[in-house]
Structures are given as C-alpha cells and as structure tokens.
Antibody
Framework: EVQLMESGGGSVQPGGSLRLSCAAS????????MVWVRQAPGKGLEWVST????????YYADSVQGRFTISRDNSKNTLFLHMTSLTAEDTALYFC?????????????WGQGALVTVSS | DIQLTQSPSFLSASVGDRVTITCRAS??????LAWYQQKPGKAPKVLIY???TLQSGVPSRFSGSGSGTEFTLTISCLQPEDFATYYC?????????FGGGTKVEIK
C-alpha cells in the first residue's frame, strides 16, 4: 500500500524558514516524480513544485520560485520542501503527492498534509 | 500559463441527480487533464485521468470526457458520499494548474 506522510509543519514568523518532509513507503520511491501541492484556508489547490525521480530536475510555481527548494533522498524514501522568506500568503496545508508520469499523467497518491502558518 | 475555468463554482443537487461539471482550458491540453474529489479535512483523491480514464476503485457513476480545451466530469446518479469539492487539473505543461473547484452540496 502506498503511504505518504508529511511532517515538519508549524507556526513561523514572516521572513522565517521551515522544512517539510514527506516519508514514502509501499513503492519504489526513486521511480516516481513527486510534487508538493498547497491549499490556503478555505481556498483551492495550488501546485507548488515537482521533482523528478533522480532529483536532478525540478519545477516551481512562480509564487515560490527562488524561495522554496524541493529535494529528495532516495536512499531514505523521503521528499523535502525547504521554505524560506515565508509570508502570510504561504499559510496553507501542504500536501505531498506521487506523480505518475509515464504514458499518463496525474497525482495518484496523496499524504494527509502538513499545516504551515505564517504569522507574527 | 494555462488557466482552467471550472463551472459552476457551486452546485446544489439531490441524491439521484445527474451532475455535470465543466472545465475549460485557456489553450489546448490534449487529454492531459485529471479530476479530483476532495472532502473537508481530507486529501484530494483522483477520480479520472487522461480526461476520461476512470481510476481503479472509483465507482462507474463517475465519467469524464473532452479533449483540447473543454472537459466535463459527470456523476450519473449522485450518492450521499459524493457531496464534496471537485477540481480539474492540467498536466500538459508547467506550471501545472488546477481549476477553482466546484462544491457540490445537498439540496
């Protein structure tokens, strides 16, 4: 069974930093791209970032480019999101998800989310 | 960037109703579209991928159609557990984008 479990969420002051982790199990982690998707309170879904299986190729939403860094440790089956220069607009529930992108493309498994609150 | 416009944003329906949600893309995305269902406090769950392929385990009352710029998600006979928010997502090109969501509530 595919399982994804986020951790590292919490409350941080504006301008601060935080690192989220996503522990994966039940599949060959290195064979899959992984993504972070966030959802601000009461709002819709926003794709944040993608990292391909080897970790060498990454993509970012304009809203986080230059401030967030996605990475992965395939030896530990763990995905990361390092967030810096946080603002109130980054307050959201952050989901990690597995990205199936062979002949078809979609996010087929999701974690339950880690809440990040940016407030003074 | 490819914008996705979902309509309606809110839908009130009864158990047993047929429901259709539309997702329009600002440019052609072939069939690189997925539909997700999200219930309050839960992670999204994929229903449909490649515009019309039903994810394993998803009830057959859900169906998707379309290609290019116009897509639909249809629930043929609404069940109590279907009351949720539905999102489309394009995976044709970066940045990946979601529609604004359609909340389906009980009439």
């Amino acid at each position: 069974e595919v399982q994804l479990m986020e951790s590292g969420g919490g409350s941080v002051q504006p301008g601060g930093s935080l690192r989220l982790s996503c522990a994966a199990s039940g599949f060959t982690f290195s064979n899959y791209a992984m993504v972070w998707v966030r959802q601000a309170p009461g709002k819709g879904l926003e794709w944040v970032s993608t990292v391909l299986g080897n970790g060498d190729t990454t993509y970012y939403a304009d809203s986080v480019q230059g401030r967030f860094t996605i990475s992965r440790d395939n030896s530990k089956n763990t995905l990361f999101l390092h967030m810096t220069s946080l603002t109130a607009e980054d307050t959201a529930l952050y989901f990690c998800a597995r990205y199936t992108r062979t002949n078809v493309y979609y996010f087929d498994s999701w974690g339950q989310g880690a809440l990040v609150t940016v407030s003074s | 960037d490819i914008q996705l416009t979902q309509s309606p944003s809110f839908l009130s329906a009864s158990v047993g109703d047929r429901v259709t949600i539309t997702c329009r893309a600002s440019q052609g995305i072939s069939s690189h579209l997925a539909w997700y269902q999200q219930k309050p406090g839960k992670a999204p769950k994929v229903l449909i991928y490649s515009a019309s392929t039903l994810q394993s385990g998803v009830p057959s009352r859900f169906s998707g159609s379309g290609s290019g710029t116009e897509f639909t998600l249809t629930i043929s006979c609404l069940q109590p557990e279907d009351f949720a928010t539905y999102y489309c997502e394009q995976l044709k090109s970066y940045p990946l984008t979601f529609g604004g969501g359609t909340k389906v509530e009980i009439k």
